[in-house]
């Protein structure tokens, strides 16, 4: 069997409370998590579950408190450089235009200035952008900051693409667009893909595999569905077969209890 791209083993995380009387606060508790080579798998549930702690602790940004981390079978020491992380908000810095916001990774690298702008309009052209290399953020509609965000990501070449709720904000047109241009480059060269969203169309439509977590807190894995739809896909025809709307129903039955679980805590 080959080695898994990332591999989270019985982890736990706990945060210290506040003041002298806070109890410490179990995000999640126990969690197994493999993301295979070349994977797509998503992870839902219910607000405050623990998706971005998990995707955190993958990164390297957070240790987890007990179990381990493994990157292609080795344990996680510090920051995930086989990762890159694509953020829900824009990270793109507001004085530099879209190019050389892309070359940034490159920058940090060390590549020659010259060679770092001729990668960066390579990806640009990649995702759509070939003529907006001059433009500053202002000057971008939220898709296009998105698609500068993951040119930006996917030119330093990682082997694990972390992806928090990255078009959450977007309108569903728009966002439609980008989960296609997302599949179409991930469909070129297949690297393990770990996704966190809120919307369980969106994770059926773009994944391989989708895991359900329970309610927080100390949050586990309640269900592991596997996404038996043909590739390449348009994430907006999907939507509308048989086999889609099968797998929506089962897996929202999995998932509708932990919501409401979750609601009822937020009412108290």
């Known amino acids: 069997m080959s080695v898994p791209a990332l591999c989270l083993q019985d982890v736990t995380c706990r ?7 806070a109890q410490p606060y179990t995000a999640v508790e126990g969690v197994r998590l493999s993301v295979e080579a070349g994977e797509f798998l998503s992870v839902v549930g219910p607000t405050g579950c623990g998706k971005s702690t998990l995707l955190n602790m993958a990164a390297g940004l957070l240790q987890p408190s007990a179990g381990t981390v493994q990157v292609d079978g080795r344990p996680l020491s510090g920051i995930n450089r086989r990762a890159g992380y694509l953020f829900q908000s824009d990270a793109l810095l507001p004085w530099r235009n879209a190019r050389a916001n892309v070359a940034t990774g490159l920058d940090f690298r060390g590549i020659a200035p010259a060679e770092a702008r001729a990668q960066a309009q390579r ?6 952008l070939g003529r907006a290399g001059e433009r500053f953020p202002h000057q971008l509609s939220g898709g296009m900051r998105k698609r500068v965000a993951l040119a ?13 709720e990255p078009f959450s904000a977007l309108d569903v047109q728009t966002r439609q667009h980008m989960e296609n241009e997302l599949l179409a480059i991930w469909q070129a060269d297949r690297k393990a893909v770990l996704f966190i969203t809120h919307d369980l169309e969106e994770a059926i439509a773009l994944s391989d595999r989708v895991v359900v977590l329970s309610a927080g807190p100390a949050s586990r894995v309640v269900g592991e569905f596997l996404i ?41």
């Open 123 to 128: 990806w640009l052209e990649r995702v759509g």
């Open 228 to 268: 038996d739809l043909p590739r390449p896909r348009d994430v907006a025809e999907i939507r509308l077969t048989s086999t889609f709307l099968d797998l929506h129903r089962k897996i929202w039955g999995a998932l509708r209890a932990e919501v409401m679980k979750a609601h009822e805590q937020n009412q108290a």
């Open 15 to 21: 945060f210290a409370g506040r003041g002298l009387s």
């Open 152 to 164: 930006q990501m996917l030119i330093l070449n990682p082997a694990l693409l972390l992806m928090d």
